[in-house]
C-alpha cells in the first residue's frame, strides 16, 4: 500500500511538471540593484557585434551602404553599389592600405527592409543593447520585454558600443579596439575626476557576438601589434588583457564556418525580391577568408572524401572559385572601372585573393597556438547547440558541386564544435575537451545564432556574470 501511495504521488508530480508553464526570470528584481551601484564599484561593459552586426555609411555621400534593404540603400548590384560594399583593390597594395571612406555608423539594432513598398523591421542586437544598457538603449518596441525592466539608474555612462566596418581584416578591427578602449578609458577617467570619485584605473568586461568574439580574441592576445610581415605566427603577450577582466564570447566561429566558404563561393543572397552580394564583391573583404574553416578538421573535403586545403589561393585560382571566377568579370569590371583591359583586373582580383588567402591564415594561426591567459582574466563561451549546422562542405573543380554534406549540432551558422574551438573533431577523440582557448566557462542554449541573444538564459547568465560573479 505505501509503495502503491507513493507511486501516485510520483506519477501526480511528474504529470504536474509536465503540464507546468514554463516561467522566464524576473530581470529586473535579479539585478536592477546591481545594475544602479555606483559606477566605481564596477567594469565598464563593451558590446561588439559580429559580422554584418555595424552599421556602414558612405562618408562622402553620406548613403547608407548597410543596415536597412531599402531604395536609398547601396544597391550590390549596381556598379556604383557594388564599389560601395566592396573593398578597394589595388596590385601589390597591402590590405592595410585598401581603404575608402565606408565607416562604421553604429551597431545595427534593427534591420530594415522594404518590400512591396511596405516597411519591415527584424530586431538584431537589441536585446543584446537592452540587456546591458549600452549607450543608454532602450527599444520601445519591446517596452514590455523583461529586459527593459532592468534599471540602470539615470546616470549609466560605462557601457558602450564598438561598431566597426566588419569588411576589413579582423587585426585592423583588434588595432582600432585596442584605440577605443584607450578612448574610453580616458574620458571614464575624466569622468570619475569630474564626480570626484575615488578611482584611478578603469577595467572592462567585453560581451562580444559571433565575428566580434574573434576581434576581441586578437586583441586580448596582441594588443595593437600587427601580423608579422614575413608570415610568421607572433609571440603571445596578452598585451590588450591589461585592460580587461571578463569576456563573453556568444556564438563565435572560433574553428570557422562552412557558411564563409558558400559566401566567397556564391555570393550572398537575403533572400527574395532582395539585392545579390556577388561572390566578387564579398570576395574583396579579409574578414571572411578569417572564417574559413580548418583543414584539420576535415571541414572542407574532395568529392573523394579528401581533405581540402581552402586557404591554398592556387586551388582557388586553378579552379576558378570566388575572385578568379571567370563567370564575375562584369562584377570586377564594376569594381575597377579605371582599369580597362579584362585580364588586367583578373590579375588585380587575383592578387587581392592571395593577400587575403595569406593574411587569413596567418591570423588563425595566431589565434590557434595554445596560450594560458593572464590569471585574472576569464573567458565565458554561450553557444547553441541544438540545430542541426553544417559542419562539412564537398566541393571539385566547378563551383556547381558546393554542396554541405556533414552536420554537427550548432546554432544554425556556427557549431558546437567551432565555438569550442574542440581539436578533436577530425582527430582523434578523447573524454575531455581539447582546445587551444582557456574556457573559464561554457553554457549552451538551445537557439539560433542570432537568437541566441534573445534567449532568457542568455541575459540571465551574462547579466549575472557581468554584475554578481566576482573575479577571481
Aim: hydrophobic share 40%.
Amino acid at each position: 500500500m505505501k509503495r502503491r501511495l507513493i507511486l501516485i504521488a510520483l506519477i501526480t508530480m511528474l504529470i504536474g511538471c509536465g503540464g507546468a508553464e514554463y516561467k522566464t526570470p524576473d530581470l529586473g528584481g535579479l539585478y536592477s540593484k546591481a545594475a544602479r551601484r555606483s559606477h566605481d564599484q564596477g567594469n565598464a561593459v563593451i558590446v561588439i557585434p559580429g559580422i554584418l552586426g555595424s552599421k556602414l555609411r558612405d562618408g562622402d555621400s553620406g548613403q547608407l551602404v548597410w543596415g536597412a534593404f531599402e531604395k536609398s540603400t547601396a544597391d550590390p548590384e549596381s556598379p556604383e553599389g557594388a564599389r560601395l560594399v566592396a573593398i578597394p583593390m589595388e596590385m601589390g597594395a597591402p590590405l592595410s592600405e585598401l581603404t575608402d571612406n565606408v565607416h562604421s555608423d553604429g551597431a545595427l539594432d534593427k534591420v530594415k527592409v522594404t518590400l512591396f513598398g511596405l516597411p519591415i523591421e527584424l530586431n538584431a542586437y537589441v536585446n543584446i543593447l537592452s540587456t546591458l544598457g549600452a549607450g543608454g538603449y532602450l527599444d520601445q518596441s519591446i517596452a514590455s520585454n523583461d529586459l527593459n525592466n532592468i534599471d540602470y539608474g539615470d546616470d549609466h555612462f560605462t557601457c558602450f558600443q564598438f561598431a566597426y566596418d566588419w569588411r576589413l581584416d579582423n587585426v585592423e578591427n583588434a588595432k582600432r579596439l585596442n584605440a577605443f578602449i584607450e578612448e574610453k578609458r580616458a574620458y571614464i577617467l575624466e569622468e570619475y575626476k569630474k564626480r570626484g570619485m575615488a578611482k584611478d584605473d578603469v577595467k572592462f568586461d567585453i560581451v562580444a557576438h559571433s565575428m566580434g568574439g574573434l576581434v576581441t580574441r586578437y586583441f586580448l592576445r596582441y594588443g595593437s601589434n600587427d601580423l608579422p610581415e614575413d608570415g610568421s605566427v607572433p609571440e603571445v603577450t596578452w598585451d590588450g588583457a591589461k585592460y580587461v577582466d571578463k569576456v563573453i564570447i556568444i556564438g563565435t566561429p572560433n574553428a570557422g564556418a562552412v557558411g564563409a566558404v558558400e559566401n566567397l563561393f556564391v555570393g550572398r543572397d537575403f533572400g527574395p525580391f532582395l539585392p545579390k552580394y556577388e561572390p566578387a564583391v564579398i570576395g574583396t573583404m579579409p574578414s571572411l577568408y578569417q572564417q574559413l574553416p580548418r583543414s584539420r578538421h576535415r571541414a572542407i573535403l574532395d568529392e573523394n572524401r579528401e581533405v581540402v586545403d581552402i586557404l591554398d589561393a592556387d586551388l582557388w585560382v586553378q579552379n576558378g572559385w570566388g575572385l578568379a571566377d571567370p563567370n564575375q568579370a562584369h562584377v570586377l569590371e564594376w569594381l575597377l572601372p579605371d582599369v580597362s583591359d579584362p585580364k588586367e583586373r583578373r590579375e588585380i582580383a587575383i592578387d587581392h585573393l592571395r593577400k587575403s588567402m595569406k593574411r587569413g591564415k596567418q591570423f588563425q594561426e595566431a589565434l590557434d597556438q595554445p596560450a594560458t591567459p593572464p590569471e585574472r582574466l576569464q573567458l565565458f563561451l554561450l553557444a547553441g547547440d541544438a540545430i542541426p549546422t553544417g559542419s562539412a562542405v564537398t566541393i571539385n573543380s566547378t563551383k556547381e558541386h558546393f554542396e554541405v554534406t556533414d552536420y554537427q549540432p550548432g546554432d544554425g551558422t556556427v557549431t558546437r564544435y567551432s565555438a569550442l574551438m574542440d581539436e578533436r573533431t577530425g582527430g582523434t577523440w578523447t573524454p575531455y575537451l581539447q582546445s587551444p582557448i582557456k574556457w573559464s566557462n561554457v553554457q549552451f542554449l538551445f537557439s539560433d545564432h542570432l537568437g541566441l541573444t534573445k534567449d532568457p538564459g542568455f541575459s540571465d547568465n551574462v547579466l549575472y556574470i557581468l554584475l554578481e560573479q566576482p573575479v577571481d
